[in-house]
């Protein structure tokens, strides 16, 4: 065996550079810069600090328009942009820090996202941990402080080169996040997390000062050091290096064409979308349709704050789909990722096929006059019962999330789930708001709807209006329901109603709901609040809804859900309902849990719709289901 030479080179340090506070355009071509320059070979390993002047940056994969406020951003003076790397929307500013790592692929011993992820955050978060900020990693790539956000993370590997950044919250200000973007629904638990502001926490809040920029440097690269094996030294950025990142931000990354790669237009009749939500992500597909019947795709958009490598995949998958017949899609998908080398972060090839063909399942139909969509889940309504969705006055078939799936899966049903008027992709509220539109829509609009959808045995399962509609129609039409599933169901307004949409006002007016809203329902929503206030702060609404004689012909069980913290109702509604059902009625009252069950206490609800829906159904269909989770 040879001797190590005495003159062996010493090991490469890795360079520390701090650019300073820049745009978020050119920071995003700065990143760019520095992947293509330690690609071909011109950069050593690097480890970037940096910070933006006032900016609202989305993933690469998102829609613009769905998350960010441009109208706000633009008076504000707000920079938008979009970034090379996947992930939600961002507000950056002066009070965040931004750290990247820009290394050979090989340095971390995987090529694992997921792997990379937890090692990464978990070296960020020791390095905090030196500030005597008690961090933690959190899957799947956030780093948290007692379960509240102070850094978010991303990356992916471009050939040789794995790039990885988070950004650092130190003396932020969350209501000017709220402002800029679009924050989603889904992200926001309502009995917790009132709002944005108490998800996140700084440095400053923790430690009750805002310690020198380079205390904190120093502090995360002794945990990218000793956690990762990095040995920092500090160094500059190069000429060649800015001149590459300025080409790419003059006629690439800091183009509008850029940032608006990725939007959708309005509805239109060929347009069909659906939305899947996962633990590691939300994944979208909005796809155009042509031909006669609508039989093939003409384009696909793929969106959502899922990360992927490479990047290009999505894109690559959006070409490959374009022409294909609908009928083949879901197969197209399958076979696209069986030959395509990608990683995808805690979202499989399969939840891409099933978001697919989701949307090209949605329904187009006419009810009452107006135009409305709807999706189908699970067995048609010739195979067995189908469970009828009706969300909230705000609501929208997205923002059910995942309970029709696991509902319908639980108890072998099929499951309509559709928008109604006013909401999600349907047709636009229009003046004048009726008073009796909760009347209406259970004697007009659901018929027509459960007809065209070819629902002859139909249990009906509403939340809050759509509870009052559900509870209406059943009374109407007692030969076509099994029964009813009422959460946060009401009658009448009471003095608690009035209050609590006083404070829906005052948030739509000056904090994030009117965002989270526009997510969900975009140019819809100023008039479906604006009918929601109109009609429920009225002075004849003491009156009722003239619901009462529909409700008192009801026939079929009734399981009527209401959390003890409900913001808008009392247990008087359960008391109303039990005098007009006689015999007819279960109730469940759930604590610690307020207007939205199916999401505050899901697994109690899954569990008390699965069983009682199960006892409504014909042995064969009950003795199929199996348990929800």
Same mark, same amino acid.
């Given at each position: 065996?040879?001797?190590?030479?005495?003159?062996?080179?010493?090991p490469r340090a890795d360079r520390v550079i701090d650019t300073g506070i820049r745009g978020g355009r050119i +920071?995003?071509?700065?990143?760019?810069?520095? !992947?293509?320059?330690? +690609?071909?070979?011109?950069?050593?390993?690097?480890?970037?600090?940096?910070?933006?002047?006032?900016?609202?940056?989305?993933?690469?994969?998102?829609?613009?328009?769905?998350?960010?406020?441009?109208?706000?951003?633009?008076?504000?003076? !707000?920079?938008?942009?979009?970034?090379?790397?996947?992930?939600?929307?961002?507000?950056?500013?002066?009070?965040? !820090?931004?750290?990247?790592?820009?290394?050979?692929?090989?340095?971390?011993?995987?090529?694992?996202?997921?792997?990379?992820?937890?090692?990464?955050?978990?070296?960020?978060?020791?390095?905090?941990?030196?500030?005597?900020?008690?961090?933690?990693?959190?899957?799947? +790539? &956030?780093?948290?402080?007692?379960?509240?956000?102070?850094?978010?993370?991303?990356?992916?590997?471009?050939?040789?080169?794995?790039?990885?950044?988070?950004?650092?919250?130190?003396?932020?200000?969350?209501?000017?996040?709220?402002?800029?973007?679009?924050?989603?629904?889904?992200?926001?638990?309502?009995?917790?997390?009132?709002?944005?502001?108490?998800?996140?926490?700084?440095?400053?809040?923790?430690?009750?000062?805002?310690?020198?920029?380079?205390?904190?440097?120093?502090?995360?690269?002794?945990?990218?050091?000793?956690?990762?094996?990095?040995?920092?030294?500090?160094?500059?950025?190069?000429?060649?290096?800015?001149?590459?990142?300025?080409?790419?931000?003059?006629?690439?990354?800091?183009?509008?064409?850029?940032?608006?790669?990725?939007?959708?237009?309005?509805?239109?009749? +060929?347009?069909?979308?659906?939305?899947?939500?996962?633990?590691?992500?939300?994944?979208?597909?909005?796809?155009?349709?042509?031909?006669?019947?609508?039989?093939?795709?003409?384009?696909?958009?793929?969106?959502? &704050?899922?990360?992927?490598?490479?990047?290009?995949?999505?894109?690559?998958?959006?070409?490959?789909?374009?022409?294909?017949?609908?009928?083949?899609?879901?197969?197209?998908?399958?076979?696209?990722?069986?030959?395509?080398?990608?990683?995808?972060?805690?979202?499989?090839?399969?939840?891409?096929?099933?978001?697919?063909?989701?949307?090209?399942?949605?329904?187009?139909?006419?009810?009452?006059?107006?135009?409305?969509?709807?999706?189908?889940?699970?067995?048609?309504?010739?195979?067995?019962?189908?469970?009828?969705?009706?969300?909230?006055?705000?609501?929208?078939?997205?923002?059910?999330?995942?309970?029709?799936?696991?509902?319908?899966?639980?108890?072998?049903?099929?499951?309509?789930?559709? &928008?109604?008027?006013?909401?999600? &992709?349907?047709?636009?509220?229009?003046?004048?708001?009726?008073?009796?539109?909760?009347?209406?829509?259970?004697?007009?609009?659901?018929?027509?709807?459960?007809?065209?959808?070819?629902?002859?045995?139909?249990?009906?399962?509403?939340?809050?209006?759509?509870?009052?509609?559900?509870?209406?129609?059943?009374?109407?039409?007692?030969?076509?329901?099994?029964?009813?599933?009422?959460?946060?169901?009401?009658?009448?307004?009471?003095?608690?109603?009035?209050?609590?949409?006083?404070?829906?006002?005052?948030?739509?007016?000056?904090?994030?709901?009117?965002?989270?809203?526009?997510?969900?329902?975009?140019?819809?929503?100023?008039?479906?609040?604006?009918?929601?206030?109109?009609?429920?702060?009225?002075?004849?609404?003491?009156?009722?809804?003239?619901?009462?004689?529909?409700?008192?012909?009801?026939?079929?069980?009734?399981?009527? !859900?209401?959390?003890?913290?409900?913001?808008?109702?009392?247990?008087?509604?359960?008391?109303?309902?039990?005098?007009?059902?006689?015999?007819?009625?279960?109730?469940?009252?759930?604590?610690?849990?307020?207007?939205?069950?199916?999401?505050?206490?899901?697994?109690?609800?899954?569990?008390?719709?699965?069983?009682?829906?199960?006892?409504?159904?014909?042995?064969?269909?009950?003795?199929?289901?199996?348990?929800?989770?």
């Amino acid at each position: 065996m040879t001797a190590p030479s005495s003159h062996a080179e010493a090991p490469r340090a890795d360079r520390v550079i701090d650019t300073g506070i820049r745009g978020g355009r050119i +920071n995003i071509a700065l990143d760019q810069a520095l !992947i293509e320059a330690h +690609n071909a070979g011109r950069i050593p390993d690097t480890i970037r600090f940096l910070r933006f002047r006032p900016s609202a940056l989305v993933g690469l994969h998102q829609i613009l328009s769905h998350e960010v406020r441009l109208e706000y951003c633009r008076r504000s003076g !707000i920079e938008v942009g979009r970034r090379i790397t996947g992930g939600g929307g961002l507000y950056l500013d002066e009070g965040q !820090i931004g750290w990247e790592l820009v290394l050979d692929r090989r340095r971390l011993g995987t090529s694992d996202l997921a792997e990379i992820a937890a090692k990464i955050c978990t070296a960020a978060a020791s390095g905090l941990k030196r500030l005597g900020v008690p961090a933690e990693f959190r899957p799947r +790539n &956030d780093i948290e402080v007692d379960g509240r956000k102070i850094s978010g993370t991303g990356g992916f590997i471009d050939g040789a080169t794995l790039f990885y950044q988070g950004t650092l919250l130190v003396d932020f200000d969350a209501t000017r996040m709220i402002e800029a973007l679009k924050v989603p629904a889904e992200k926001l638990a309502k009995r917790d997390l009132e709002d944005a502001r108490r998800r996140v926490v700084t440095v400053r809040e923790v430690l009750g000062r805002v310690p020198p920029l380079e205390e904190i440097y120093a502090a995360l690269l002794e945990g990218f050091r000793d956690a990762l094996g990095l040995r920092p030294e500090w160094g500059a950025l190069s000429e060649y290096e800015e001149t590459l990142a300025q080409r790419l931000h003059e006629h690439e990354l800091g183009t509008d064409e850029f940032v608006q790669l990725v939007d959708a237009p309005e509805v239109e009749d +060929n347009l069909v979308s659906a939305t899947l939500v996962r633990r590691g992500g939300t994944l979208r597909a909005d796809v155009r349709l042509e031909g006669p019947a609508r039989e093939r795709i003409r384009e696909v958009l793929l969106t959502g &704050d899922f990360f992927v490598t490479p990047p290009r995949t999505v894109f690559d998958l959006e070409a490959e789909l374009r022409g294909r017949s609908a009928a083949q899609a879901g197969k197209a998908v399958e076979a696209f990722f069986a030959r395509t080398p990608c990683d995808l972060v805690a979202l499989a090839p399969a939840d891409f096929r099933e978001v697919l063909e989701r949307a090209l399942r949605q329904m187009s139909l006419r009810a009452a006059g107006r135009a409305l969509r709807a999706h189908w889940r699970g067995p048609g309504p010739e195979q067995a019962p189908t469970l009828v969705f009706l969300h909230d006055a705000l609501g929208s078939a997205r923002m059910w999330r995942d309970v029709p799936e696991r509902l319908a899966q639980a108890v072998g049903c099929g499951a309509l789930v559709y &928008d109604r008027w006013g909401s999600g &992709d349907s047709e636009p509220l229009a003046r004048p708001y009726r008073r009796d539109y909760l009347l209406h829509e259970a004697l007009v609009s659901l018929p027509e709807v459960l007809a065209k959808g070819g629902v002859r045995d139909a249990v009906l399962v509403g939340q809050s209006d759509g509870a009052a509609i559900a509870l209406a129609h059943a009374g109407a039409h007692p030969g076509l329901v099994r029964g009813v599933v009422a959460l946060a169901p009401h009658l009448f307004r009471e003095e608690k109603t009035v209050a609590a949409i006083r404070a829906q006002i005052a948030d739509f007016e000056h904090g994030d709901l009117r965002a989270r809203l526009e997510r969900h329902h975009g140019a819809k929503t100023a008039a479906l609040f604006e009918r929601l206030v109109e009609v429920w702060t009225a002075p004849q609404a003491d009156a009722g809804w003239g619901l009462e004689p529909c409700v008192s012909r009801v026939r079929c069980p009734v399981l009527a !859900i209401q959390g003890e913290d409900d913001e808008f109702f009392s247990e008087a509604q359960l008391a109303a309902l039990a005098a007009l059902l006689p015999g007819r009625l279960e109730t469940l009252r759930i604590p610690a849990c307020g207007h939205y069950p199916q999401h505050q206490a899901r697994a109690a609800v899954l569990a008390a719709a699965s069983r009682f829906i199960r006892a409504l159904l014909p042995g064969a269909a009950a003795g199929a289901a199996a348990q929800p989770s």
